[in-house]
């Protein structure tokens, strides 16, 4: 089974990534992008029988800092 | 309206960052983990009247790097 993470930066955090990518983005000629926010993506392959709660485990343990991050979990 | 784009590198290039978190993750007892991919996910926040056509411009230009990186648009 295949599972896909996303881990983004909560609200209210700064996001210095996605302020230069806003920024690059406006010198760059694209106009109206009024904010970006840049996170992780982790497509992980498991074996069968691996649950959403194991994916969630992984996250809380390595994959995420759950004090600024915050996480979602797909099966795909 | 919001777009989110993920930027994967393509199948058969190496991803070290991926193969970093399948090591760690083995490290930490989660077993049966048979491969990790690490892609990036932006978020965009444009003004109404974007296109598809126009992020997909965004990416060929800054956000991926199209010889070695896969992108796929989603509008949300």
């Given at each position: 089974?295949?599972a896909?993470?996303?881990?983004?930066?909560?609200?209210?955090?700064?996001?210095?990534?996605?302020?230069?990518?806003?920024?690059?983005?406006?010198?760059?000629?694209?106009?109206?992008?009024?904010?970006?926010?840049?996170?992780?993506?982790?497509?992980l392959?498991?074996?069968?029988?691996?649950?959403?709660?194991?994916v969630?485990?992984?996250?809380?343990?390595?994959?995420?800092?759950?004090?600024?991050?915050?996480?979602?979990?797909?099966i795909?």
């Open positions: 089974m295949k896909r993470v996303h881990v983004m930066l909560k609200n209210g955090v700064l996001d210095p990534q996605g302020e230069a990518v806003r920024h690059a983005l406006g010198a760059l000629g694209f106009e109206g992008v009024k904010g970006v926010r840049q996170g992780k993506v982790i497509e392959d498991l074996q069968e029988g691996a649950s959403e709660a194991d969630a485990a992984m996250c809380d343990k390595l994959l995420a800092n759950t004090v600024i991050e915050s996480y979602t979990v797909e795909l």
